[in-house]
């Protein structure tokens, strides 16, 4: 099982739209809002790095709203 820190960046304003779809992909298993430079902290977990991936390019990155991403992969 793969796991993946990502930080999301809003538009000013979207903050708790995206967080609320953010939180119900069934690869997230953890979302918050939080302050400072991001807005959004997430844990994705899937099989692969690859499933991470294409939940990120395909689902994540495409919510309206969603200025940018920037994904850390879990090492241990």
């Known amino acids: 099982m793969e ?3 990502i930080l999301i960046t809003t538009d000013v304003g979207a903050s ?3 967080y609320e779809e953010v ?13 400072g430079k991001y807005d959004i902290f ?17 689902e994540i990155r495409n919510i309206d709203g969603v200025r940018s991403t920037t994904t850390n992969v879990v090492i241990k």
């Open 3 to 5: 796991q993946s820190l």
């Open 42 to 58: 997430a844990i994705a977990r899937a099989d692969d790095i690859r499933e991470i991936s294409k939940v990120l390019m395909t």
């Open 16 to 18: 708790e739209e995206v």
């Open 23 to 35: 939180k119900e992909k069934p690869e997230i298993k953890q979302a918050a809002l939080i302050t």
